[in-house]
Nanobody, 127 residues
Framework: QVQLVESGGGLVQAGGSLRLSCAAS????????MGWFRQAPGKEREFVGA????????TYGDSTKGRFTIARDNAKNTMYLQMNSLKPEDTAVYYC????????????????????WGQGTQVTVSS
């Protein structure tokens, strides 16, 4: 069983930056689709960004493109989410997710396509 553990969340002023980490245990994940989602109270889960394998181009959500950057460190089995120019509307619980198996054609934006999920880390952006 693969476990995903997010870290790096916290309270930050608007305009600031945070880097979230998603540490995976159990096996390497360089060939597995992985990504980030977020969910704010009263709102549905939102796609942040993902790719299908290490080296694949990254697809970002509309609300985060240009401000957020995703990177994978295969040696550490860790996926990062660098968040810059944070806004109060970025306040949410952030989750990392991984697919069950390699897939070159799955839709990255649909949460139902992912099998493993972390417990989430809270990001709060003050005005």
């Amino acid at each position: 069983q693969v476990q995903l553990v997010e870290s790096g969340g916290g309270l930050v002023q608007a305009g600031g930056s945070l880097r979230l980490s998603c540490a995976a245990s159990g096996r390497t994940f360089d060939s597995i689709p992985m990504g980030w989602f977020r969910q704010a109270p009263g709102k549905e889960r939102e796609f942040v960004g993902a790719n299908r394998w290490s080296g694949d181009s990254i697809t970002y959500g509309d609300s985060t493109k240009g401000r957020f950057t995703i990177a994978r460190d295969n040696a550490k089995n860790t996926m990062y989410l660098q968040m810059n120019s944070l806004k109060p509307e970025d306040t949410a619980v952030y989750y990392c997710a991984a697919a069950l198996r390699p897939s070159s054609g799955m839709s990255l934006k649909e949460g139902v396509n992912y099998y493993y999920w972390g417990q989430g880390t809270q990001v709060t952006v003050s005005s």
